[in-house]
Nanobody, 124 residues
């Protein structure tokens, strides 16, 4: 198993920035990819960004391209999500997930392990 722990959420004004972190532990040698999803109240969990663990290939939802950057530190088994130019519609619980970056990577049920989530609130 892989355990994931997110941190870095909080309250920020529109236009501000936050950096989320996700630390992996357990069978980290088996990690193929790590990703970030988010879930707003009353909405489905949606893909935000993902990164392959070995090659560092990145994938983004259209809604965050140009504003969010995903990166990894393999030595620390940690993935980051740098979020800039935040908007009120970015408000959600952000979850870290482990899985494989296949053709259906944007589907939450395709990912294997999940963290407990971290809250991000963007005020207008």
């Amino acid at each position: 198993q892989v355990q994931l722990v997110e941190s870095g959420g909080g309250l920020v004004q529109a236009g501000g920035s936050l950096r989320l972190s996700c630390a992996a532990s357990g069978r980290t040698f088996s990690i193929d990819s790590l990703g970030w999803f988010r879930q707003a109240p009353g909405k489905e969990r949606q893909f935000v960004a993902g990164i392959t663990w070995s090659g560092g290939n990145t994938y983004y939802a259209d809604s965050v391209k140009g504003r969010f950057t995903i990166s990894r530190d393999n030595a620390k088994d940690t993935v980051y999500l740098q979020m800039n130019s935040l908007k009120p519609e970015d408000t959600a619980i952000y979850y870290c997930a482990e899985g494989r970056m296949g053709p259906d990577y944007f589907i939450a049920s395709r990912w294997n392990y999940w963290g407990q989530g971290t809250h991000v609130t963007v005020s207008s």
